[in-house]
Structure formats: C-alpha cells, structure tokens
C-alpha cells in the first residue's frame, strides 16, 4: 500500500470506527510483522489524536507452537495482564496479516475447544464493556501473500480489493461509510420491533425469534470493511433447517455443504461433505456453541466474490449469515461460548427472507 492509502486506512479506524479521544488508551494488535507498515500510520495517528498507543505485534505462526505444546494446564491459563487490558483500554484495533492462514488446520481440535473455552472470559469481558459504551474496538486487514492466495488473487489485487471494499479510493471514505450508516439506520428502524424472521432458500427453511432483540447496523465501526445488520436471536427460538453453500472456514479448517438442523436454538443435526469431524467438535466445544449466537444480513455491495476470509465474506451484499456460539450482549443476547462462527449463505438464487410473515428481501435484495 502507497504512504498516502496506508494514511487514509489509519485515519478511518483512529477517528471513525474507534473514535479515539484525547487520553484514552489504546491497544494496537498486529497479527504478524508483515501488517508494520500500517501498524505504525496507526500509531502515529493515535498520538496525533492524543490517545495513549500500546502497539503489540504477533510472532508468526505462535498459535500453533501453543496449541502444538501446550498442556491442558497452560491451555487453560489467562494472561493477567491480557486480561488487564481488557478491563482497562478504551480503544482496540487489531490488524490481521498472516502469513499463512492453514497453519491451525491440522492443530488438535480438542486443545483448540480447551483453548477457546477458556479464552471465552475474555470475549464476554469485551463484549459487554462494548455494550456499555466502555470500549470501542475495530478489526481490519493488511494484505499479505497469503490472504491473497486464499482469495485466489495476486497481491497487487487483492491489496486493490481491500481498497475497493473499505471505499479508501474516496477522497472522503468516512463520508461515504456515514452514508451507509444512513440507509442502514432505515433498515433496523424497521426489524427493531419485529418479533420473527424466516430465512428461506435452497434447502433452508428456518424461523428465529427475535422480538425483544436490538437490530444493529455496521458501518465501519467495529470491522473494516463493514456492511452487514445484525441481531442475536432469543436463544431457545430457532427452528428448522439452513444450507451453506459457500464454503466455511474457521481456524483454518473448511467444511463445505454445511447443512445444520436447530431446535429449539439447539443444533441436533450437522452434516457437511467435507470437515464435517471438525464442525461437530466445534458445534460441541461448550455449552453454547451448538446454539445460534447471532442472525445477519449483508450489505456491502463491493464485495462479491468469496475470499476465504471471514472479515470481508460476511459482508458480501446478497447474501446472510449465521454465527453459532456466543451472542452480542448489545443486541440483548445470552448465548455466552468460545465459538463464534460465522457461516454465510448467497441469498441472490432465490432466497427470501420475512419479517413476522411479510416478504422484505428476495434474491439479494431488500423490498422495504
């Protein structure tokens, strides 16, 4: 990225999404050295901001030293000063760069449910400071050789796709995120209230309660690129069957055809033609996994292409996705886990969605 893009990115996620203010203390996560680059713009606009920045960057591949290592004694201890972190910063930023993004597909998947079960203390300690307006934190990306490779693109393209997708060939890309939040802001208006929704498509047919429930709109503010509008349905409400065509990635591991049955809220049947062992186990890692933590639809109409990587495919306008285990207390959600998978499906072949019966949404599009 040119020194006048990496400037535009940093500015975003410093004034925009995180809003950084003079004082706050703010906790910038680079995956790997590779994300350097943005990672010092990021800290030279914080302190231009005022903010205090405590850059911290990853050593490649120290997951899977971990994972490979680990004893279940080490795999259930909290750093106590992550966990401080925690507890005390204003800000969050988390840059993902990996080198290589199957380094945890043949890691031991029950060390990784051990590890995710016990990491779940922290997920709720953010969520909820989140909710109440304690914490802001945002999660982008920085392109590397291997997020290109997944997304099946050169690395001048895919840097061009990240470009694209968080509209920084804008003069003004905050503006522009502000028009979304606009037109988005309409949307939950009218689900804030709703007390069901009905997603129907190939082979899906499935029905989540959700009156009581807050509708979110994501602008930019907590992932980057962004475009989604999201809720955490009432947890024992879901009922019926949903068919994921897009391939589904979690850790570095695929499941493809994933096809899952809920009742009541809870998963009693989950098939898939490939990584089907690793669904299960993931599905049943803790109490509540194998439950639906949130229900969403995105919106960003620049990205349509699956990339393999979570933080842009969710986004992709036409289509909606799942995430099963923890919920977002800001919505209103219980669903407390160490899983949150997020599992999409294109809507754009014929799919409908229905608010409390009435047909909103038809073939990647919205009606209201």
């Known amino acids: 990225m040119d020194r006048k893009t990496l400037e535009n990115y940093a500015k ?17 996560r680079l995956e790997s050295p590779e994300a350097q680059p943005l990672g010092k713009e990021l800290y030279k ?41 925690y507890e005390t910063a204003n800000k969050y930023i988390s840059i993902g760069a990996p080198k290589n993004v199957k380094n945890m597909a043949r890691a031991d998947m029950s060390k990784l449910a051990k590890r995710s079960a016990a990491t779940k203390e922290l997920s709720h300690i953010m969520l909820d400071r989140a909710a109440k307006g304690e914490l802001s934190w945002v999660i982008a990306d920085y392109p590397t050789h291997a997020l290109a ?29 502000k028009e979304i939040g606009e037109v988005q802001d309409k949307l939950v208006d009218r689900l804030n209230g709703t007390k069901t929704l009905r997603y129907v498509g190939e082979r899906t047919d499935i029905t989540f ?32 069957t949903i068919f994921f065509d897009f391939p589904q990635i979690y850790r570095g591991n695929e499941a493809t055809n994933v096809q899952i049955t809920v009742r009541d809220g809870k998963v009693v049947e989950a098939t898939a033609d490939t990584g089907e062992e690793f669904l299960k186990s993931m599905l049943s890692m803790d109490e509540g996994s194998s439950f639906i933590g949130e229900c969403a639809i995105g919106t960003n109409e620049r990205v349509v292409d699956v990339t393999g990587n979570i933080l842009f495919d969710e986004k992709i306008g036409g289509s909606i ?48």
């Open 149 to 177: 490779q997944e997304a099946k693109m050169s690395l001048e393209e895919y840097e061009n796709f990240i470009i694209n997708s968080c509209y920084l060939d804008l003069d003004d890309p905050v503006a522009k995120w």
């Open 209 to 240: 309660g959700v009156d009581g429930r807050k509708w979110i709109s994501c602008c930019g503010l907590n992932n980057f690129p962004d475009g989604e509008i999201f809720t955490s349905p009432v947890e024992d409400s879901a009922n019926g």
């Open 45 to 85: 606009q914080v302190l231009l901001a005022g903010g205090h920045p405590v850059i911290k960057c990853g050593v490649d591949e120290i997951n899977e030293t971990f994972i490979k290592y680990a004893t279940d004694e080490q795999l259930a201890y909290i750093d106590p000063m992550a966990k401080l972190e």
């Open 12 to 28: 975003v996620l410093v004034e925009y999404s995180t809003n950084v203010q003079k004082g706050d203390l703010v906790i910038i």
């Open 321 to 368: 996705h799942v995430a099963f285990g923890s919920s977002y207390p800001e919505t209103g959600g219980k669903n407390v886990s160490g899983l949150h998978w997020d599992m999409i499906k294109n809507m754009k072949n014929g799919g409908k969605i229905y608010a409390d019966d009435e047909l909103i949404y038809e073939n990647g599009k919205f009606l209201i």
